[in-house]
């Protein structure tokens, strides 16, 4: 019941305490600050786990940012899919320049398993260029790489984003950086089970994702 917990609240738009109702409609008397403390826990793990089982995105990344609160605050979330919607990787951060561009760029090309991008698809904000060149610089993107600022070639990332912003919004933003960075791990895991990146379980086979999800917790065979 408590990876069924972390399920409901990691993948639909429910609050910590529709999920305390859900659970106690099955006979399990829990506090949704307890069910907070389990998606802290298992979020990051079943980001973790769920990486070696998943197949290879292609070549054409779009990379975006979105903004999710914290303490009242904005911050920026990088976020990068490929051109078939498949998600790459995501890096949270205060601030929103070439630095932190530099260091997301690096990020989704460390991202198991991801294919060497063929062209990069951003958005206008100057702080892409600068990155992108450092790394073909440094030989970790290869010469024949191009970047291409297009707003409307972005279409699908941003689209992406609509997920994460419906389980984000019943939350009403984040209580800390170190909450931000833990849970959202786990809203993005969720969509790559969902959209069947995961081997061997197709999208909208629901109950093979959820059986997907026992087994990297080590609760099904």
Not at 18 to 36: I, K, N, P, Q, S
Not at 132 to 143: N, V
Not at 173 to 189: K, L
């Amino acid at each position: 019941m408590i990876v069924c917990g972390v399920r409901w609240s990691l993948r639909y738009a429910l609050s910590y305490r529709d999920v305390e109702e859900l659970l106690r409609e099955r006979g399990v008397a829990v506090d949704h600050t307890t069910v907070f403390q389990w998606v802290q826990r298992d979020a990051p793990a079943l980001d973790k786990r769920c990486r070696p089982h998943l197949t290879e995105t292609n070549d054409s990344y779009r990379v975006d940012e979105t903004y999710i609160k914290i303490k009242k605050q904005w911050y920026a979330l990088y976020r990068a899919v490929d051109s078939a919607g498949q998600t790459i990787d995501f890096l949270l951060s205060a601030r929103r320049d070439a630095n932190v561009a530099e260091r997301f760029f690096r990020k989704a090309l460390r991202a198991k398993p991801t294919a060497t991008p063929r062209v990069m698809t951003v958005d206008k904000h100057a702080a892409y260029p600068p990155a992108f060149e450092t790394l073909q610089q440094e030989g970790q993107l290869p010469a024949s790489c191009t970047l291409r600022q297009c707003k409307y070639f972005n279409n699908g990332v941003e689209q992406d984003h609509r997920f994460l912003k419906r389980r984000v919004n019943p939350g009403l933003g984040f209580g800390s950086f170190h909450t931000a960075r833990r849970t959202p791990r786990g809203y993005e895991a969720m969509p790559m089970i969902r959209k069947g990146q995961s081997k061997g379980i197709a999208q909208g086979d629901v109950l093979a994702q959820n059986l997907g999800i026992a087994q990297v917790f080590g609760l099904a065979v």
